[in-house]
């Protein structure tokens, strides 16, 4: 959870990110650089992709920790909206940090299906997003790790209850060796969703008992 009181007690803070997490990650640097703090982004293991280059502050990224940080803020599992958090506490939002949340929103698979999310997109236009150049690299530009992932997974899918169910078994290896984000995972569940009567999509780790790891 990212908490604004905790940046502000600081004075030097990591943020750890990954490719699902750099949008919200760079509108973050943003507003701790305002605050006059020491602040660094530090990728995980994987590189980010160059399609989030036109992301701001994408050149910023450092592969390493600080070791002077007081504080670390990893958004890699985060929960929180940013942006909510930022309206909740009245936070001024710049041109860079609406292109970063806007892009943020973007790559959520459920981007157009949840009423928050437009919303949510069409205030930070009005805060001067950067829309063209988030979609052209966002969304008109695939990654071969998807296409990659999506060929192991396709040959995967078994259909239960008369087809209504459609169950992915995944492996620990297949988002490594791809070099594809639970982001790619999860475009990939709601293309399955397209499949004649399939109506819920569920994916199960297969070497840790058929583990449920998500479900839509």
Known sequence: MVSLKAIEKSKNISILTDND???????????????????????????????????????KVKKNLSVSSDLIVDLRESKTSLYELFRENAVIINEKMATALYASYLQKPDCYSQKKNILALSELLLLKADHEKCVLFLQQSLPLSLFRLKAILFARVVLHNNAKVAIISVQEDDLKKTGATMYDLELIMREILNINHVQTVLVIDEENENKLVRII
């Open 21 to 59: 997490s750099f949008g919200d990650a760079s509108a973050l640097y943003t507003y701790i650089l305002r605050l006059h703090k020491k602040v660094s982004l530090v990728q995980s293991e994987r590189a980010l992709q160059m399609r989030l280059s036109c992301i701001p502050w994408f050149d």
